[in-house]
């Protein structure tokens, strides 16, 4: 089984290359994408069966032995993670085909879109299976250096303006992270996250906070929590709805799944983490009422995107199985939920020719089936009975209640931000569906990447969007089973002992 860990970053990454060479051939660009993010969720979904069975799946790269060699790891957490990823990238991966045969022609390929795309999934996947902080530092920069191609490329002044602000945050904090590491290593002399747990106990107790509030800084700068949060609603909207829709979707989670990894394994604690939980309800606040104040919807979607890592943030805080648990479950939906209402604001953008809120209307009459791929998703995300976002939030607060007085008081702010999301995404609907249809506006710079007020879609746009709506109602269906594996995930989290012994062998 160890032999298939490798493959969810070597088939993306092989796929880039092929996709290069390729480049004058779209049909069979499109079909590598496709097939190898097949591959990678079959074999996701085989690692999460098996890792949920067995435990820790553990893969030795060249054959060194952890903690000299560099070490992947699939267990209940990155398995479950992987998986919802990937069938997120290739919902998205789907819709942006369509798009580009619909803007651009069915003989149109790419240079740079399909192998960029397939290196982001690539790093994506690395994050998620490694088991050390450099090659995790490795991972962040191969999802990033995609990501700065995928946002800029084919666009306008404005948003490569916009574009430079995600360059700069994202390299501002690489350099913090690669500084992290090397004082980690200097400090303890290794860079294995399983080593590390070992070792980080014996630092001097000031060393140890200071080691743990520098990772959070740097995962807080890239999960965009409050106040590191202010790139993030000015880069996101200014990205084509499917890069949208992807860095919605995966790069926050993937950055607050290393912040829970690296805190859990390395850094335990027998009690709550306060600091963590000031921070939770600051940013579910900011967030909401920041999209309270938008008329631009991709805005308005962002802070929305902020104010809910601020419900992840919230489980890490309470810092037992239960919220650690809560959070992962969360963090499943959110991929799903996020992705999917960016790409919805994408169809609607390009019906309307605009993304300001009090120049649409009566889409309802021209559109129907688009506003039933909104609702779904909004009502999803703020947690209405029984969507996956009322089995997801209700987990969080079940733990904070179980906690102390101070994680209930901010289960409190958990309700009130559920709320708040739900006027804000029902006064979308009423202002984008709502009323007498507004014709559409001309697109004001139809050479970028962004074509809108085109109304041209297709049936396969229409289709990989309900595509991931399904995945989001199935999550739901399965809540029983799945919050099962995530309680399981919890508690082997916290337990820190069969992740160790699978990396270092027994005795360790």
């Known amino acids: 089984m160890s032999s298939l860990l490798p493959l969810p970053v070597l088939l993306p990454m092989l796929g880039a290359a092929l996709s290069i060479v390729a480049s004058r051939w779209a ?6 994408g496709i097939v190898v993010l097949t591959a990678v969720a079959v074999t996701a979904a085989v690692l999460l069966v098996a890792a949920d069975g067995q435990g820790p799946i553990v893969a030795e790269l060249g054959g060194w032995p952890a903690p000299v060699g560099i070490a992947l790891v699939a267990d209940r957490l990155s398995a479950l993670l992987l998986l919802v990823s990937t069938l997120v990238t290739l919902a998205v991966l789907g819709y942006a085909i369509d798009q580009r045969i619909v803007d651009y022609g069915r003989a149109t390929a790419s240079t740079t879109f399909h192998p960029m795309y397939l290196m982001l999934c690539a790093g994506v996947s690395l994050a998620y299976l490694t088991a050390d902080l450099f090659t995790l530092f490795v991972a962040f920069e191969l999802m990033l250096t995609a990501s700065y191609v995928l946002i800029t490329r084919r666009t306008g002044a404005d948003r490569i303006r916009a574009g430079m602000t995600y360059v700069t945050v994202s390299l501002l904090s690489s350099l913090l992270f690669l500084t992290a590491v090397a004082m980690v290593y200097a400090a303890t002399g290794t860079v294995n996250l399983a080593d590390l747990a070992g070792r980080v106990g014996q630092l001097p107790a000031g060393l140890q906070t200071v080691l743990a509030l520098m990772l959070l800084v740097v995962f807080g700068i890239k999960a965009a929590i409050v106040p590191l949060h202010f790139w993030l609603p000015d880069s996101y909207p200014n990205a084509p709805g499917p890069v949208a829709a992807l860095f919605a979707g995966l790069l926050t989670k993937v950055s607050f799944y290393a912040l829970l990894r690296t805190q859990t394994l390395v850094f335990p604690r027998e009690e709550p983490w306060t600091l963590v939980l000031v921070l939770s309800a600051a940013t579910m606040l900011v967030g909401v009422l920041g999209a309270l104040a938008q008329n631009d919807l991709n805005r308005l979607l962002s802070f929305l995107l902020v104010s809910h890592i601020g419900f992840l943030l919230y489980g890490l805080a309470v810092f037992d199985a239960a919220g650690v648990s809560g959070a992962t479950l969360y963090a499943a939906h ?12 994408g169809l609607i953008t390009r019906r309307t020719g605009t993304v300001a809120l009090d120049r649409m209307g009566g889409l309802l009459r021209t559109s129907p089936g688009l506003a ?25 607060l079940q733990a904070g209640a179980a906690s102390g007085p101070a994680e209930q008081a901010v289960a409190g702010v958990v309700v009130v931000a559920s709320l708040l999301t739900l006027y804000a995404l029902v006064r979308v609907w009423v202002r984008v569906f709502w009323g ?19 109304a041209r879609t297709s049936v396969p746009m229409y289709a990989a969007t309900a595509g991931l709506i399904t995945v989001s109602l199935a999550i739901a269906v399965f809540a029983g089973p799945l919050a099962g594996m995530t309680e399981r995930a919890g508690v082997d989290l916290l337990d820190r002992g069969p992740y160790r012994v699978a990396v270092l062998g027994e005795g360790r």
């Not at 049909?27 to 590598?32: A, E, H």
């Not at 991929?335 to 790409?343: E, G, K, P, R």
Request: glycine residues 4%.
């Open 436 to 454: 007498e249809p507004v014709p559409p506006e001309p697109d004001t710079d139809p050479d970028d990447e962004v074509l809108v007020g085109t």
């Open 334 to 345: 959110h991929i799903t939920v996020l992705a999917t209402l960016f790409l919805v604001s």
């Open 27 to 32: 049909t069979l660009q499109r079909v590598v």
């Open 372 to 396: 039933i791929l909104f609702a779904i998703p909004a009502l999803t995300l703020a947690g209405v009975p029984p969507t996956a976002g009322f089995v997801a939030k209700l987990a969080l």
